[in-house]
């Protein structure tokens, strides 16, 4: 029998400008987004990259949201992200194009 769990899947971070994995579901483990933010803390647009990849580097079939830019003080909710599902040894990556810029939170439900 499947035990489906709310959960804090990322976050709150702060994303880096370099391509990283920030959750990936442990095995036996499926992962469900429902809600995906960026919040751009800082006094300057910036932009975002996010996607879901099967391990490595996000590559252009993997990313999902693309240099997309986020003005000053803005928080985007991801529609791009919303509902994606990550089976066992995928990985969610992001990164922002300023340091400490964009605060990240991931929500959805697990899958047991």
């Not at 990283?20 to 990936?24: K, N, T, V």
């Not at 996010?50 to 252009?60: D, H, K, N, R, V």
């Given at each position: 029998m499947?035990?489906?769990?709310?959960?804090?899947l990322v976050g709150p971070v702060q994303l880096g400008t370099a391509d990283?994995?920030?959750?990936?579901p442990l095995t036996p483990v499926a992962a469900q987004i429902?809600?995906?933010?960026?919040t751009n803390t800082s006094?300057?647009?910036t932009t975002i990259t996010?996607?879901?990849?099967?391990?490595?580097?996000?590559?252009?079939?993997?990313t999902m949201i693309s240099a997309r830019t986020i003005a000053p003080g803005e928080t985007y909710v991801s529609p791009?992200?919303?509902?994606?599902?990550?089976p066992s040894g995928s990985q969610l990556h992001a990164n922002a194009g300023a340091a400490a810029s964009v605060t990240f939170?991931?929500?959805g439900i697990l899958f047991q």
């Open positions: 499947t035990t489906i769990t709310p959960a804090q990283a994995s920030l959750y990936s429902g809600r995906a933010v960026f006094a300057s647009a996010a996607g879901i990849t099967s391990g490595g580097a996000l590559g252009a079939s993997t791009e992200l919303a509902g994606a599902v990550l939170t991931v929500s």
